[in-house]
């Protein structure tokens, strides 16, 4: 389940495991009864920073449920040039898709921070579907949004402008934070691969919108939007 079988097994209190189930979507809608036997299938595992939790071509044997930190899941073109597919937070996972069939992973998850994860074999996930039908739904429920997800980032990056994606983002950040100050989640690196371009594109055009007056770059993670229109006009 750990991938290179580097990972760090920590205590583990049924507890902290609990309070893992109770946060991830697919589960939460459960009585605790039911939630309370979810958890003594689970196992929590930590790993730290800039650890590779597992790797493309492992085999896919279970559920990772983000518990703390954040969780990077990108891909790696022939010429080693990294693709950020999306980045986890707490209550989300990864996994799933060896839950319906024996398969192995195609990407690479890394700590971003040090993480702690609750994880749930392939079998005994099996039997919970089963027993709890409402668990597949809310399963098929995360895969039509990922979709959704990523059918739209493909949209942006073959028919907008580099400077439209970057506002897009921007604009789209700020209202899920439903705030004018926003923290960038991932390094410009990162940020670069999700959106189809370089860091130094980034940095370049974020002091572009901040000459124009769009947005006031508070430190190297941390903007404030002072413009939105204007963004969403690029």
């Known amino acids: 389940m750990t991938g290179n079988g580097q990972c760090r097994h920590g205590d583990g209190t049924a507890e902290m495991q609990k309070l893992c189930i109770s946060i991830v979507p697919i589960f939460n809608h459960l009585e605790p009864t039911e939630m309370n036997e979810i958890v003594k299938h689970t196992h929590s595992v930590s790993h730290p920073r800039g650890h590779t939790i597992y790797h493309a071509g492992d085999i ?3 559920l990772y449920i983000v518990h ?3 969780v990077k899941i990108y891909r790696l073109s022939e010429s080693g040039k990294e693709q950020l597919v999306r980045i986890l937070e707490p209550g989300d996972f990864t996994g799933e898709l060896s839950l319906f069939s024996e398969t192995v992973h195609d990407a690479y998850a890394e700590a971003m921070q040090k993480v702690e994860l609750c994880v749930m074999s392939r079998d005994d996930f099996q039997k919970f579907l089963l027993k709890y039908p409402a668990i597949s739904l809310k399963v098929l429920g995360e895969f039509s949004t990922r979709l ?3 059918e739209k980032q493909a949209a942006r990056i073959a028919m907008e402008t580099t400077d439209t994606r970057i506002a897009m983002y921007l604009a789209d950040l700020a209202e899920e ?9 991932m390094t410009r690196k990162d940020l670069a691969s999700h959106i189809g371009t370089t860091p130094e594109t980034i940095s370049r055009k974020l002091a572009e919108f901040e000459d124009a007056g769009w947005i006031r770059q508070l430190s190297q993670r941390e903007i404030q939007i002072l413009d939105v229109d204007a963004l969403l006009l690029v």
Not at 177 to 185: A, G, V
């Open 177 to 185: 934070w439903n705030s004018d100050r926003i923290e960038l989640p």
């Open 60 to 62: 896919s044997d279970g």
């Open 148 to 150: 959704a997800k990523t």
């Open 68 to 70: 703390k930190g954040r």
